[in-house]
């Protein structure tokens, strides 16, 4: 059924770019424009007034015909009133049982001060707002998957998957970097191990520095992981690229180990420090 709704947008650039700003609108201005709504006033929110003058409305009354209006909704009423004092009681509890155990948080926090700890930022919170949260993301990554699979499946009907990831590699790139993640590190996958493989090696390839190796063969082994990804920095000094290329390369890296294996060489271990302190130093001068 989706090929029906693609025939025609695959075939040129053009019409595959206009299906990933679909995907990754955001609400701006320009999205707005060229997306417009669906029905008449969609995103128009019902007045108050409005909503005063519904629930004042007289209701009518007929006893004989067993009509009651809304005489019969007070135990209804009654018994939400209950609810809310119960949940204030209870949320008043669980308050006071953290307050009494105040201290022991204190001293645990003092005790894990050599753990990782992350601070999201205001403009990384705004930037997963702008795109909807979590739920518009596990859309989107829907959407990404089905091209996928049809691309795939009907090449000739909607485009080969390579030139699809060539559009994905455009739009996905530039990304807010907890975006980005989301979409090269899911929680939960969305696309099999072999094309999240294929999309990620597509995706550094214009991230990851000059000098690091070509490699465009699609079935990468560890000797190839060490030799051409792990232990190289961004082509730039920016911090998000920096991360961007770290994402990749330990996505690449955990897709290996899950569904190859990994050996347990010294030669692992060097490339990832490697890389780690290339890209420290890389980005040390954002």
Known sequence: MIIQYLKGLGDTRTGRRRIMRAIFADGGTKSLSEFKEVFANETKERKKKEEDQRMTRPMKVDIDQGIFGDYLDQDDDDDSVNKDVDQRTRSSTRLSLLGRRGSDVSLASETD?????????????NDSESFG??????LRQRF??????????????????????????????????????????????????????????????????????KYDINALRQADLEACYLPYAANSTGVADNAKVGLCVEALLRMLHRY??????????????????????KASFD
């Open 113 to 125: 001060l050599d753990r990782p700890t992350v601070k999201m930022e205001t403009s990384d919170a």
């Open 133 to 138: 949260g979590a739920e518009s993301m596990a």
């Open 144 to 213: 990404l998957s089905l091209l996928a699979k049809a691309s795939s499946a009907f090449p000739a009907e909607f485009c080969d998957l390579e030139d699809l990831f060539d559009v994905y590699t455009e739009f996905i790139r530039p990304l807010p970097l907890p975006i980005f993640s989301t979409l090269v590190s899911p929680s939960t996958p969305y696309l099999d191990h072999h094309t999240h493989a294929s999309l990620t090696q597509m995706l550094l390839r214009p991230l990851i520095a000059s000098s690091a190796p």
């Open 260 to 281: 190859v294996g990994l050996e347990p060489v010294a030669s692992l271990g060097t490339a990832i420090e490697t890389g780690i302190a290339a890209r420290k130093k």
